[in-house]
């Protein structure tokens, strides 16, 4: 993973994405970014997703979505190549 790579956390609703942030705030754990996901990426409509700026994060996310009881995330791997963002789905 190159510096200036990140993930992106896609849930299946932007509901469930807003209501995670806001969750994670009132916690004090401000290290995640609302951003605009791609398109391609974001699946059942949800426009948004949480950028994350590394894998130290999964675990404390991973508990989090399951206490929260909110469903299905996907994670990608935002790295660029010849100048051009590209995501992988990975693992998480």
Avoid: H, W
Wanted: aromatic share 14%.
């Amino acid at each position: 993973m190159a510096i200036n790579d990140y993930y992106l956390l896609v849930l299946e609703t932007r509901n469930k994405i807003l209501y995670l942030q806001s969750n994670l705030e009132s916690k004090g754990k401000n290290y995640f970014q609302l951003v605009s996901a791609p398109i391609f990426k974001s699946g059942n409509g949800c426009n948004y997703a949480l950028k994350i700026p590394n894998r130290n994060y999964f675990q404390m996310l991973k508990d989090e979505i399951q206490l929260l009881n909110l469903g299905d995330s996907k994670m990608y791997l935002a790295e660029k190549k010849d100048n051009k963002l590209k995501y992988r789905e990975i693992e998480f």
